[in-house]
């Protein structure tokens, strides 16, 4: 008897906890580990996951749980190191490809919302979706100053992407 107690209690856990629908969090749950796979063949960077909710808050994914945003619950991966110190092209163009229908992942469902596209010296961001997941995609890193040919960049860099069902 305190078997079968201690079972319904756990399973009412599972059921609180959003887990008794796998099939729902598996897309999501792909999505990410295919995203954390690509930046994982960066060798001699920081790699870290966490996973919760975040808010896109005019494209800065370091706004979390800011009042304005759209809030999403997922994944949050992260990239960090020093480019004289990994082995691979940590850009996200080069990780992720090109967005268009010759990338992959284009090819592989996604499509970009070309809303949030930004890229500049000092980083890039862009969104896909697929489905009702959506992906941010945020590198930041020292680009230089033109007017400045003495000025010499910091080799650190940051990519960060976020994969998320908007949390209704």
Known sequence: MKTLWIYFLASLALIGMGLSRPAQAND???????????????????????????????????????????????CIITLTGNDKEVSGDWYPETL????????????????????????GMDGTAFKTYKGDIDCFFVGNWDGGEDDNPKYIPSPLFEVEVACGKKVK
């Open 96 to 119: 992720f490809g090109p967005t268009d229908a010759t990338g992959d992942l284009y090819k592989e469902g996604w499509r970009i919302d070309d809303s949030h596209d930004a890229d």
């Open 28 to 74: 999501l749950q792909k999505a990410c580990g295919e995203m954390y796979g690509r930046l994982q063949t960066i060798k001699g960077a920081a790699l870290g996951r966490r996973d919760g909710e975040f808010t896109d808050w005019h494209l800065s994914l370091y706004e979390y749980h800011v009042a304005g945003g759209t809030h999403y619950r997922g």
